[in-house]
């Protein structure tokens, strides 16, 4: 009987040795399947490998969707010309295999995205309508200290600030009769952020809040197997500024956004002396039409400690308005120490605005300092 046992267990031994070992052959053989680098392929762990897979498959299936209704209907081919076409191209690709023009061509197609990347100054981000990250840009690493393949295939709303979520969702949810004029999204939101201030990654235990800004627009998918979702492009908000031209300008407000200091430079843009500003509302020269525009980027402020306006209107004392845009941040008070207990509370707030245009429309009366100036 002890034999018997003894031979049964040795028989299990080998046969679950076996399974393991199929099981990891497939996973070498899927993770090899996967458009990553080999250095990155060698590091990844089995539920790494089934959640990346899951997330190409489903880019695979937007992608497919998105060519599928642009190129079915305008393109009609006989059989005989595809055959002919697809020999041709077959010729082709093992001439350039033979003469290394893949490996060139392939060089070229990295060199340019990642030149579209440095000039986006941010990563793009493929999110379903579940909030599920299925792609992002390589360079994501550079703003967030995490890599692409810890980010893919995880829910968003698991590195995002519990008290953007409400937000979040208002976002990713599509209706289908926003095909038809697109889906337009910008949004602000906090992320989880392993980067420290000298730019090092951290544990991600230790992160801590990243602002960003989110554009971009929403793909509504009828179609089973395709999968609605949106491409957005995130930018984050930079604590500073670098004045770049003269059609920009500093100021400080109170948390009620009233002027208490602005840059001499508003004078030669909008012809405001900085002094007749001094504890006026930022909402007394703006136009009236963008006031819940800016109401939305002052509760950003107020909740997040960072926003970008996007374009609104301000007006020129002589009469008109110019398109500008601006950045902005909450500046916090000094840290409170055993003399000076208690919460700590915010002490201003720092905008940088850009002047995106001339005057427009210098007739134009919408306020008492314009008519009192003419």
């Given at each position: 009987m002890?034999?018997?046992?003894?031979?049964r267990?040795a028989?299990?031994?080998?046969?679950a040795?076996?399974?393991?070992?199929?099981?990891?052959d497939v996973f070498?053989?899927l993770?090899h399947l996967l458009?990553?680098?080999?250095s990155?392929?060698s590091h990844?762990?089995?539920?790494?490998v089934?959640?990346?897979?899951l997330?190409?498959?489903?880019?695979?299936?937007?992608?497919?969707g998105?060519?599928?209704t642009?190129?079915e209907p305008s393109h009609t081919v006989?059989r005989?010309?595809?055959?002919?076409?697809a020999?041709?191209?077959?010729t082709?690709?093992v001439k350039?295999?033979?003469?290394?023009?893949?490996?060139?061509?392939?060089?070229e197609v990295?060199?340019?995205?990642n030149?579209y990347?440095r000039?986006l100054?941010?990563?793009?981000?493929?999110?379903?309508?579940?909030?599920?990250?299925?792609?992002?840009?390589?360079?994501?690493?550079?703003?967030?200290?995490?890599?692409?393949?810890?980010?893919m295939?995880?829910?968003i709303?698991?590195f995002?600030?519990?008290?953007?979520h409400?937000?979040?969702?208002?976002?990713?949810?599509?209706?289908?009769e926003?095909?038809?004029?697109?889906a337009?999204?910008d949004?602000?939101?906090?992320?989880k952020?392993?980067?420290?201030?000298?730019?090092?990654?951290a544990n991600?235990?230790?992160?801590?809040?990243k602002?960003?800004h989110?554009?971009?627009?929403?793909?509504?998918c009828?179609a089973?197997?395709s999968?609605?979702?949106?491409l957005?492009t995130c930018?984050?908000?930079?604590?500073?500024?670098?004045?770049?031209?003269?059609?920009?300008?500093?100021?400080?407000?109170?948390?009620?956004?009233r002027?208490?200091?602005?840059?001499q430079?508003?004078?030669?843009?909008?012809?405001?002396n900085?002094?007749?500003?001094?504890?006026?509302?930022?909402?007394?020269?703006?136009?009236?039409?963008d006031?819940?525009?800016l109401a939305?980027?002052h509760?950003?402020?107020?909740f997040k400690?960072?926003?970008?306006?996007?374009?609104?209107?301000?007006?020129?004392r002589s009469?008109?308005?110019?398109?500008?845009?601006?950045?902005?941040?909450?500046?916090?008070?000094v840290?409170?120490?055993?003399?000076r207990?208690?919460a700590?509370?915010?002490?201003c707030?720092?905008?940088?605005?850009?002047v995106?245009?001339?005057?427009?429309?210098?007739?134009?009366?919408?306020?008492?300092?314009?008519?009192?100036?003419?």
């Open positions: 002890t034999a018997d046992k003894e031979k267990r028989i299990s031994r080998e046969a040795r076996r399974r393991r070992r199929v099981e990891s070498k053989d993770s458009p990553l680098q080999p990155i392929r990844l762990d089995k539920p790494t089934i959640r990346l897979t997330s190409y498959i489903r880019m695979h299936a937007v992608l497919k998105n060519f599928g642009k190129a006989k005989g010309q595809a055959i002919e076409g020999e041709e191209e077959k082709d690709l350039r295999d033979q003469d290394g023009g893949q490996d060139e061509e392939e060089k990295e060199e340019e995205t030149m990347l000039i100054e941010g990563f793009l981000m493929v999110i379903s309508t579940e909030g599920d990250m299925m792609y992002l840009s390589s360079n994501v690493s550079k703003y967030m200290g995490l890599t692409q393949t810890e980010l295939g995880h829910n709303f698991e995002t600030h519990p008290c953007d409400d937000e979040i969702r208002g976002n990713l949810r599509l209706r289908a926003e095909v038809w004029y697109g337009k999204r949004f602000v939101m906090r992320i952020s392993a980067l420290t201030h000298r730019g090092r990654s991600l235990k230790s992160a801590t809040w602002v960003l989110c554009q971009g627009r929403g793909k509504v009828v089973q197997s999968v609605s979702c949106l957005l930018k984050p908000l930079p604590l500073s500024h670098t004045l770049l031209s003269a059609h920009t300008f500093t100021s400080q407000h109170s948390m009620d956004m002027f208490t200091h602005c840059d430079r508003v004078t030669e843009l909008l012809g405001y900085p002094e007749e500003l001094q504890g006026r509302s930022f909402y007394d020269i703006c136009y009236p039409v006031w819940r525009c939305k980027n509760w950003n402020l107020c400690s960072q926003s970008v306006s996007g374009q609104y209107r301000m007006l020129v009469g008109g308005f110019v398109w500008v845009e601006s950045h902005s941040a909450v500046i916090p008070s840290r409170p120490s055993k003399s207990p208690g700590q509370q915010p002490l707030i720092l905008s940088v605005t850009y995106l245009s001339g005057v427009e429309q210098p007739s134009l009366r919408l306020s008492l300092d314009q008519a009192v100036h003419r």
